[in-house]
């Protein structure tokens, strides 16, 4: 059965840093693309960055790139969000998810499953 947990989040103000992880059980992390995404309130989910996890390619939303790093450890079968340089804009709950193949983008609707999500929060 593949779970993914994610961690991490929590309450930091605008200009400071978070890594968030999701830690995988049931699949090997080594194949495959793994994603995370945001969701605030009142808002539809959106991708923010997506690994190919066996390939090493990544993809960043546009509000991602320069600030945030998406990157693995195999031997924990986790993935980790470094978030730098937070804007108070980046509040929401964050998730991590799983698609067996290969990355196809940061669409919500490619990815097979989903984790329960962290809360991150910025004030200004």
């Known amino acids: 059965q593949v779970q993914l947990v994610e961690s991490g989040g929590g309450s930091v103000q605008a200009g400071g840093s978070l890594r968030l992880s999701c830690a995988v059980s049931?699949?090997?992390?080594?194949?495959?693309?793994i994603g995370w995404f945001r969701q605030a309130p009142g808002k539809e989910r959106e991708g923010v960055a997506a690994?190919?996890?066996?390939?090493?390619?990544?993809l960043y939303a546009d509000s991602a790139k320069g600030r945030f790093t998406i990157s693995q450890d195999n031997a924990q079968n986790t993935v980790y969000l470094q978030m730098n340089t937070l804007k108070p804009e980046d509040t929401a709950v964050y998730y991590c998810?799983?698609?067996?193949?290969?990355?196809?983008?940061?669409?919500?609707?490619?990815?097979?499953?989903w984790g329960q999500g962290t809360q991150v929060t910025v004030s200004s």
């Open positions: 049931g699949y090997p992390i080594s194949s495959g693309c």
């Open positions: 690994s190919n996890t066996g390939g090493g390619s990544t």
């Open positions: 998810a799983l698609d067996w193949g290969y990355c196809r983008g940061l669409g919500p609707s490619t990815y097979n499953y």
